[in-house]
């Protein structure tokens, strides 16, 4: 009978595709995964700590891993590891594995198991280079999540991330066009590009290609309907860059430009090297190259010294951009960096008080965007199947699609007729 593995990822796509890579390794190896509530023999928790709610998440997921079968084997791996160490001996694990070493993860657990001992392999994260995982599938059935790049070197004042996932290292072109083929022979549409900081992909690499080639890479291999990027900053948005992807018709026209601010005094505390001036700049070139275009965000509330004024530019400069979609979370301080030991840190009272105010301004900026496209028709890529047998889709701009009728993996015109919880619900036209 062969041995099972369950995996659970918290965080962001870059995590998701890690998982993923992991999962087919453990396959190679003859493993299963474990179907959803059943036992396995070997638990993965895939962690994240870019927030004290994500450590304390990935915290109770290990727990738990641990309560339903105190016999399997756990693996801790992610960026809490990477950060921890050591410290998560604790918690049982057979094997403590960071940001690197995931192409080895099975090699190493089962050397660990035949050794009878508990292994920790976290390295230091200078001047590695670029893991190359692969994937040939991923979960669901139309699109998929491919990583180009990993690491940065911004060092935002309130960031964990470079300490626990390293520079810059990029995905070499010809790698990119190997898995996207991969991908689309494997029936998936959609490829979502991502990385840790995808704006700086290729600087580090001897021919330093752009992001523009990169996605020129992804958007030429057959198959492949769609294109879409993941998170972005403002700076990549120069005239050069807007043509290039105009020119490539399988670019999706939703673009997440990470604001973390509408206010300028706040983004350089934050020291994230642009302002509200340079981000709207951004959003205007793409706008006259996509006039539909969705832009979606982060946005950090309540951060060191924000005070009501700052907040008020922030929601205004929102109303201003008009996103489709806002991720709004409350600043976390992470211990080592500067921001963690700025004065003036806002009581979480006002920090959640705000997050509400701007959630809310969220929800009325998305329902605004969708009802420009009431009456309209749109191509929505179906994806899965839902309970009560309708269609669940996106069209390119992302916006979630419901339609009675369609096979998942199939790309559909439909008429957008009404607004839904989640988006908009449509027929199918052709």
Sequence with gaps: MRKTVSFTTLGCKVNQYDTQAMLEAFERHGYAAAQDGAHADVYVVNTCTVTGTGDKKSMQLIRRCKRRNPQAELIITGCLAQRMGEALRDTGARLILGTQYRGRVVELLEQAIAQNTQTVAVDGVENVP???????????????????????????????IPSVRGSVRSRPLNAIREEARALAEAGFRELVLTGIHLTSYGRELEDRPTLAQAVEAACGTWGVMRVRLGSLEPRVATDAFVTALRALPQVCPQFHLALQSGSDSVLRRMKRGYNTRRFWEAVCRIRAAWPNAAFTTDVIVGFPGETEEEFSQTLAFCKKVGFARLHVVPFSPREGTPAAAMEEQIPEAVKAERVRRLIALGDELAK???????????????????????????TPEYIHVRVSNGEPGSLVRVRLDGLTQEGMHGTVVE
């Design 130 to 160: 670029y893991e190359p995982l692969t994937i040939h599938s991923h979960e669901g059935h139309t699109r998929a999540v491919m990583k180009i790049q990993e690491g940065c070197d911004n060092h935002c004042t309130y960031c964990i």
């Design 368 to 394: 605004r965007y969708h009802e420009c496209f009431l009456g309209a028709e749109a191509d929505v890529l179906l994806e899965e199947r839902q309970s009560d047998g309708s269609v669940m889709g996106y």
